[in-house]
């Protein structure tokens, strides 16, 4: 996930963090999309990125914010013969044996561990099919700066948010009281995931105390923080893109290829 020796073309010293620091947490997402061209003019009009290539090959892009890494663009949907998606990755310190525990638990491993200099990277799906990634090496150069330019949080619907919880908790050490883990709370019947303070992820499957719901098709939705979510819907609108619901504080959006994330204020709460 290092890809930033030079990122907005100045040279900076970077603050090299790796896995075994910093782990359980959000480190980078990932979209997956069949063409490269109108995937970067869709998210430049929309979020402002500017691209540059990255050391995968022709078919990979890494975004900008402002110069700093922030997102991975792979047009591989139709080559490789996967979903058009937006995946988050998690920090682990060993991907082997965060893979080993996924299958333990009953989580399935679709691709890797495979080696990606400076690290290794994986594709796995929880008990429930929701799809995630891990990474185990250094992670974006300036960690603090991904974190501040990155997405605001990412949320995974499910049917049951505290047998998930405990799931990928298992999986990626949180709440092991180890230096670096994450801290996990139960707030207003959702699972909060804090990284350093900050909340990175929440666990959500519907009302306190109802029944899970067999017709929630679990998955991860990646939020962006911007500062007019109707401006985004409408420009996702004109781009190609659609709406599937908006209100003041969010809304969530389908690109022209069929990803879909959310739109979050960055003055709102998260």
Known sequence: MNDDKRAGGGTRTRELVSTHSVFGAPCWVSLTSRDL?????????????????????????????????????????????????????????????????????????AVGPLSFPPGRAALLADRDGATFGIWQGELVGNWEAWRQAAPTFIRLHTRNAF???????????????????????????????????????????????????????????????????????????????????????EAILRDPDGAQFTVTSSRGPR
């Open 37 to 109: 061209g109108a995937t970067q003019e869709f998210y430049s009009a929309l979020l402002g990125w500017r691209w540059r290539g990255a050391k995968l090959g022709e078919h990979f892009r890494i975004a900008l914010a402002n110069g700093v890494p922030v997102a991975g663009i792979a047009a591989v949907a139709s080559m490789w013969q996967m979903a058009v998606a937006w995946t988050p990755y998690f920090a682990v310190p060993d991907a082997d044996e965060a893979v080993s525990r996924a299958r333990e638990r009953g989580g399935t491993a």
């Open 163 to 249: 047998d998930s919880a405990i799931f990928y908790g298992e999986i990626l050490g949180w709440a092991t009281g180890k230096p670096g883990c994450c801290e996990v709370q139960y707030e207003g019947g959702e699972v909060v995931l804090r990284s350093r303070g900050d909340v990175v992820a929440r666990i959500d499957s519907g009302a306190v105390e109802a029944a899970p719901d067999p017709s929630v098709r679990p998955h991860w939705q990646i939020h962006f923080a911007v500062d007019d979510v109707t401006g985004c819907a409408r420009t996702a609108e004109k781009h190609g893109g659609s709406v599937l619901r908006e209100d003041e504080q």
